[in-house]
Structures are given as structure tokens and as C-alpha cells.
């Protein structure tokens, strides 16, 4: 996409909404949820968060990218996992069963890398009670895809928790989190085909779940977007991972870097530090690449100056004049 018009659409992002009419909202790190009756209407705002922080400045078209990425996978893995989705009247919009959320996210992790990098270059070898190999470098394949859940804080960082503290806490039982693990696993064995029909591995990434009115545990929040999942490009794996050398990737862990680089990850009297333009752009760019190459389609933006008036028009809610 050219840089010119993502310039534009600096002042015409979508950072937090105020729909009319709904029982209640819920404002996410990057979704506004509104209750009407058994559904639920998500947006997907521009917001954009990193070490368990919502970031001041908004990206561009970033809420589009995510909701649409996120449609796209739901379609392609409700064979695997039934999912949430009841259908996308908006660009920015999933319209969903409302669920009652599992306060579990089921991390799956193909390769060493990120937090169960740093994790492991800090001497731990055991990671939410899997038990990790000797001799592993960065960004490394794994044995095998591995199970690192993490339990969904409403403020602050989310806690590792291996299966036995799940259980021992009263969080799942056995048999639903066997379940869960099982339904993450298949969708991660799916999104791993996807990707390397893409010339793409996909890393890591994270599964929600929520149980219906009647009983049935779905898929929900997204799937395999870049902000929940970490791809590299296959062609140059090999090779990068041999010197030792940073993957290509995409996903929103060099924005994480970014954050680093200046002293923040998050941690008490660290300053959060302010996106320049010129950087929200180019973190813009990267997140309509990952669009474009796990889907194989072009991102067609919806341009319009004022999104929450074209949010409540497709919702057939009041448009203020």
C-alpha cells in the first residue's frame, strides 16, 4: 500500500468506539465488545498493545487487517474447531454468539522463540511444566508443537500455568482442558499447512475459547493474526538460523523490539514511549504484508474519514449529523 495514503489516514484511525443502544461495553487491548441479548458485536479498533500495555498512538488500517485476517482463518478452521463467528458486517465488525470466555489462552509454540527464548536463555528448562531439550538456539524447531498456557489477566502480564496448577486451581477440569489442548494442537497443525502453502512457519501462536449457552466450548476473540501469532519466512530459515542470524518474520514482536530498544517492557517505572509517525507507518505496512501473504488475496482498505459513522451505518444504528 502506498505510503502516501497511510500518511493520511494518520488522523482518521479508530481508537476507541461508542456505539448506541448495546446493554453494555467492554473495552479490550485492541477490541470494544458490545452485549446485545445472546450476541455479541466486536470491534476491532487501531489500537495497538505490546508487553501487556495499550500503546498511545493508533496504526492504520491495523483494526481492518486484524478483524478480516481473523475471518479468514475462521473460515478456513471451523472443520477443525466450531468457532464464534456469526457474520462481518464491517470491515472492523464480527458479529459472534456470546460465550462465557475460558480464563485460559492456549499458547502453542512450534520454535523457540520470543518469551520461550527469553525464558530459556535464562536457564529454565522447564516451560508452563513441559520440559524443553539441551542445546537449543533462538528461533530452533521443537521436537514437537508444545502447550504453554497462560492465564488471562484483566490487567497486567498474563501468568504462565502448566496444566497440573490449572487443575489444582480449579480453573478446568481434566477433561475440558485435554479437550481444549487438543482442539488448539488440530488448529495449530492447520495453521502450520496454511502457512507453508504461503511459504510461511508459523512460530506461535494463541487460542481462546468460550462455552455457548449450550454447553459447546467454541473458538473465539481471533485466529492466527499477526497479533497473535509469530510467522517466519521459510525460504531464509535455514540459513538465518545457522549464523545465528534474526529471522524474517511477521508479527508484531519488532514492534516489541522497538519497545526494548528504548528501555520499555513494561515492568514498574518503565516510561512507555510515544510511536513516531514515520514508524506507525512502517508498522502499518508490515501488518497489510502479513494480510496479503497468508491470505494470497490483495488488502482493499475501506477509506472512509470517519469509521465508527460507517461502524453504525452497516450496524443500522443511529448515524450522528
Given at each position: 500500500?502506498?505510503?502516501?495514503?497511510l500518511?493520511?489516514?494518520?488522523?482518521?484511525?479508530?481508537?476507541?468506539?461508542?456505539?448506541?443502544?448495546?446493554?453494555?461495553?467492554?473495552?479490550?487491548?485492541?477490541?470494544?465488545?458490545?452485549?446485545?441479548?445472546?450476541?455479541?458485536?466486536?470491534?476491532?479498533?487501531?489500537?495497538?498493545?505490546a508487553?501487556?500495555?495499550?500503546?498511545?498512538?493508533?496504526?492504520?488500517?491495523?483494526g481492518?487487517?486484524?478483524?478480516?485476517?481473523?475471518?479468514?482463518?475462521?473460515?478456513?478452521?471451523?472443520?477443525?474447531?466450531?468457532?464464534?463467528?456469526?457474520?462481518?458486517?464491517?470491515?472492523?465488525?464480527?458479529?459472534?454468539?456470546?460465550?462465557?470466555?475460558?480464563?485460559?489462552?492456549?499458547?502453542?509454540?512450534?520454535?523457540?522463540?520470543?518469551?520461550?527464548?527469553?525464558?530459556?536463555?535464562?536457564?529454565?528448562r522447564?516451560?508452563?511444566?513441559?520440559?524443553?531439550?539441551?542445546?537449543?538456539?533462538?528461533?530452533?524447531?521443537?521436537?514437537?508443537?508444545?502447550?504453554?498456557?497462560?492465564?488471562?489477566?484483566?490487567?497486567?502480564?498474563?501468568?504462565?500455568?502448566?496444566?497440573?496448577?490449572?487443575l489444582?486451581?480449579?480453573?478446568?477440569?481434566?477433561?475440558?482442558?485435554?479437550?481444549?489442548?487438543?482442539?488448539a494442537?488440530?488448529?495449530?497443525?492447520?495453521?502450520?499447512?496454511?502457512?507453508?502453502?504461503?511459504?510461511?512457519?508459523?512460530?506461535?501462536t494463541?487460542?481462546?475459547?468460550?462455552?455457548?449457552?449450550e454447553?459447546?466450548?467454541?473458538?473465539?476473540?481471533?485466529?492466527?493474526?499477526?497479533?497473535?501469532?509469530?510467522?517466519?519466512?521459510?525460504d531464509?530459515?535455514?540459513?538465518?538460523?545457522?549464523?545465528?542470524?534474526?529471522?524474517?518474520?511477521?508479527?508484531?514482536?519488532?514492534?516489541?523490539?522497538?519497545?526494548?530498544?528504548?528501555?520499555?517492557?513494561?515492568?514498574?517505572?518503565?516510561?512507555?514511549?510515544?510511536?513516531?509517525?514515520?514508524?506507525?507507518?512502517?508498522?502499518?505496512?508490515?501488518?497489510?504484508?502479513?494480510y496479503?501473504?497468508?491470505?494470497g488475496?490483495?488488502?482493499?482498505?475501506?477509506?472512509?474519514?470517519?469509521?465508527?459513522?460507517?461502524?453504525?451505518?452497516?450496524?443500522?444504528?443511529?448515524?450522528?449529523?
Open positions: 500500500m502506498e505510503t502516501a495514503l500518511r493520511r489516514h494518520l488522523n482518521h484511525t479508530l481508537y476507541e468506539t461508542h456505539l448506541p443502544g448495546f446493554e453494555a461495553r467492554y473495552r479490550g487491548k485492541v477490541r470494544d465488545t458490545y452485549r446485545d441479548g445472546d450476541r455479541l458485536i466486536l470491534v476491532t479498533t487501531d489500537r495497538i498493545s508487553f501487556d500495555h495499550i500503546l498511545r498512538q493508533t496504526i492504520p488500517f491495523k481492518q487487517v486484524l478483524n478480516q485476517t481473523a475471518a479468514y482463518f475462521f473460515e478456513h478452521t471451523a472443520d477443525v474447531a466450531p468457532n464464534h463467528v456469526l457474520s462481518v458486517p464491517d470491515p472492523n465488525v464480527t458479529v459472534a454468539v456470546r460465550c462465557e470466555p475460558v480464563p485460559v489462552e492456549f499458547v502453542v509454540r512450534g520454535y523457540l522463540a520470543g518469551h520461550a527464548w527469553r525464558e530459556y536463555r535464562a536457564g529454565r522447564t516451560l508452563c511444566g513441559v520440559p524443553l531439550p539441551e542445546g537449543l538456539r533462538q528461533n530452533s524447531r521443537l521436537p514437537e508443537p508444545i502447550l504453554t498456557p497462560t492465564t488471562k489477566a484483566k490487567a497486567g502480564h498474563d501468568l504462565d500455568v502448566s496444566r497440573e496448577e490449572i489444582a486451581r480449579g480453573i478446568l477440569d481434566a477433561a475440558t482442558f485435554d479437550h481444549l489442548k487438543d482442539l494442537l488440530r488448529l495449530f497443525a492447520r495453521g502450520t499447512e496454511m502457512a507453508a502453502e504461503r511459504g510461511l512457519i508459523l512460530v506461535d494463541k487460542y481462546e475459547f468460550g462455552r455457548t449457552p454447553g459447546t466450548y467454541v473458538l473465539i476473540d481471533e485466529v492466527h493474526t499477526p497479533d497473535s501469532s509469530r510467522y517466519f519466512y521459510a531464509t530459515y535455514d540459513a538465518l538460523l545457522a549464523r545465528d542470524a534474526p529471522q524474517r518474520q511477521l508479527s508484531k514482536e519488532f514492534v516489541r523490539e522497538w519497545l526494548m530498544a528504548r528501555g520499555f517492557q513494561g515492568r514498574d517505572g518503565q516510561v512507555l514511549p510515544d510511536l513516531p509517525d514515520d514508524f506507525r507507518v512502517e508498522v502499518a505496512q508490515r501488518y497489510i504484508e502479513l496479503e501473504t497468508v491470505t488475496k490483495p488488502f482493499v482498505p475501506d477509506t472512509h474519514p470517519d469509521p465508527e459513522a460507517r461502524i453504525r451505518e452497516a450496524l443500522g444504528l443511529e448515524v450522528p449529523r
